[in-house]
């Protein structure tokens, strides 16, 4: 069946950002991939995590950094970057801010992520 997604469902998290699912766990009941439109403030960032599923990152404005094992990666608008499952990466935005896309597979959970706060 085809599903047509008019618009995002917000999900609440701390610090500032704003993540609206287009599909996903939250917004269709989707387990397969998760795609949510990120918007985040300048300076924010989160735990590391090391999640069971891959993420694809697609800036579209902004930076977002992703610090992962030794090495720091800097991904600006109209760039992305792929960090495989089983991979511990922090992610943060630069001074001024990020707006990115998402795709996770499977589908992002909380349960999932394996954020260091959460253990």
């Given at each position: 069946m085809v599903t047509h997604i008019t618009e995002p469902q917000r999900i609440p998290v701390p610090g500032g950002k704003i993540i609206e699912e287009f599909v996903g766990r939250v917004a269709t009941g989707?387990?397969?991939?998760?795609?949510?439109?990120?918007?985040?403030?300048?300076?924010?960032?989160?735990p590391p995590q090391t999640p069971e599923f891959d993420e694809v990152t697609l800036v579209l404005a902004g930076r977002v950094i992703v610090e992962?094992?030794?090495?720091?990666?800097?991904?600006?608008a109209g760039e992305a970057i792929l960090t495989p499952a089983g991979t511990t990466v922090r992610y943060s935005a630069g001074p001024e801010g990020a707006e990115y896309v998402a795709v996770c597979v499977p589908a992002f959970g909380p349960d999932l992520a394996h954020r260091k706060d959460d253990t």
């Open positions: 989707t387990d397969g991939v998760s795609v949510a439109r990120m918007k985040a403030p300048a300076g924010w960032d989160e992962h094992g030794d090495a720091t990666t800097e991904v600006s």
